[in-house]
């Protein structure tokens, strides 16, 4: 999700010099409250960078989390009653300990998801003290990320004109549903809806259904996913000018871009799209799934070697040297026999059964899991990609590991996310060094959270 209309929130970027990135191991990076060098840090990439983190929902909360896994300090701020919109979407909800003393029906799994790693700030910026505060914490920071409509925060003094006046080296990122610029910059954006006017949900469903949505908000996460990249880039390139920059993000132009091969062949074709395809393939056969006896496999021939496999495994290698079947031009002519043929034959035994027979045979093949079925998947745990971690409140909670494996480095989940404004007074403290009076009178003002 990114630019919704806005109700709350804060931003800002201080910076590392370092004067060669070649050389950071040889530089200590320091920000308020700790300080260490690069080389006792190669486990942790980011630490020593700070994130402000002006976002909510999904595609900003996956960006600022996978900085997050990387070791940076993330302060996500948020409204200091509501907070992020995506704390009230459940159920499900990771319930309470009876002795945690809180109420309500939990910790939302929607934010558990895209959130740990980050401390929360409860902050109104509706407050003229509350904006002083964000300005402070800008010169203290490298990197804001938000994702409010075009123009919506200049009149809070938290743009990035404003801002990198107080910080040069100010890292700002947008993410908005349609860009800084074009005719429908102005528009608020979900996930869905670029997925509809970006093509990907033309292409997505059954062959002979309706366009459907991806099943999760694929858009966002690969906006997400840009972003992180391009914030990185941004890093290296402030080492080199000493300036920070303001990178707009657009879930639009991310959609457009992970079109891929689809758009390109559009592009080169100057034809329609072929429309929607299910799990075939509009140039191979056999590729896509068939039903067994009591769920689903999914073959790949992707050439006619890995066809023989298919015809050897199910029994059938006279189709080898059928006419209608011996080529791949031949098998997509003949698409919907061969398909039929297959599926007659997948159907009378278990996908586990077509596991066996197909182990080890070269073929690229796979069960259709669920969810639950992949979070349990021996080769999913075997990868690490499954952690429990403690949470105050809730107790044990189950979360998605951070996926990328490095030789030296270690991203991890060090903290579980937080509750509401649970860090307010320490960010408020330790990293603007006020006093308790001073505190006081912001949350007497409602500009911060109790």
């Not at 409250?33 to 976002?55: H, Y």
């Not at 990320?145 to 890292?171: A, S």
């Not at 080169?268 to 056999?286: F, M």
């Not at 919907?336 to 059964?353: Q, Y």
Request: proline letters at 5%.
């Amino acid at each position: 999700m990114a630019s919704l209309p806005i109700r709350h929130f804060f931003g800002a970027s201080r910076a590392i010099t370092y004067p060669n990135v070649l050389h950071l191991t040889r530089y200590a990076v320091r920000s308020r409250g700790f300080a260490n060098t690069a080389t006792d840090d190669m486990a942790l990439p980011l630490k020593g960078f700070k994130v402000l983190d002006m976002t909510r929902v999904l595609a900003g909360p996956y960006c600022t989390q996978i900085l997050g896994d990387l070791g940076a300090e993330v302060i996500k701020v948020e409204h200091p009653t509501r907070g992020d919109d995506t704390r009230h979407w459940g159920p499900p909800y990771a319930k309470y300990k009876p002795d945690s003393g809180k109420e309500g029906v939990g910790e939302s799994a929607y934010f558990l998801a895209v959130n740990r790693n980050k401390k929360s700030l409860g902050l109104s910026f509706q407050h003229k003290s509350g904006v002083e505060v964000l300005h402070k914490l800008a010169a203290e920071s490298d990197i804001l990320v938000e994702n409010y409509l075009p123009g919506t925060l200049k009149k809070y003094h938290l743009d990035y004109e404003t801002l990198r006046k107080l910080n040069p080296r100010l890292i700002y990122a947008s993410i908005t549903g349609y860009g800084q610029t074009g005719p429908y910059s102005s528009r608020a954006g979900y996930d869905v809806m670029v997925e509809a006017e970006m093509g990907l949900m033309h292409i997505t469903g059954a062959r002979d259904g309706p366009p459907v949505k991806v099943g999760v908000a694929v858009t966002d996460l690969t906006t997400g996913l840009y972003l992180s990249n391009s914030i990185m880039a941004a890093i290296i390139a402030r080492s080199r000018t000493g300036r920070g920059q303001h990178i707009d993000a657009a879930l639009s132009d991310c959609q457009v871009a992970t079109l891929a091969n689809i758009a390109s062949s559009c592009l080169i074709s100057g034809e329609k799209d072929q429309g929607r395809w299910g799990t075939a393939h509009p140039s191979i056969v056999p590729y896509r799934s068939y039903k067994t006896f009591d769920g689903d496999i999914l073959f790949g021939g992707g050439n006619d070697r890995l066809f023989g496999l298919i015809c050897d495994g199910l029994g059938r290698p006279e189709w080898k040297t059928n006419p209608k079947f011996e080529v791949n031009a031949q098998r997509v002519a003949n698409r919907a026999e061969l398909d039929n043929a297959i599926e007659e034959v997948t159907k009378t035994r278990t996908t586990d059964e077509w596991l066996e027979v197909f182990e080890g045979s070269g073929l690229p093949y796979a069960a259709v899991n669920d969810v639950q079925a992949t979070l349990n998947h021996s080769h999913v745990l075997a990868r690490d990609m499954v952690k429990e971690m403690e949470h105050d409140w809730c107790g044990n909670i189950k979360m998605v590991n951070t996926p990328i494996k490095y030789s030296e480095s270690k991203p991890s989940i060090r903290t579980v996310p937080p509750m509401l404004g649970q860090h307010t007074d320490e960010i408020l403290r330790d990293i603007l060094g006020m006093g308790e009076s001073d505190i006081e009178s912001l949350k007497a003002e409602g500009a911060v959270n109790r």
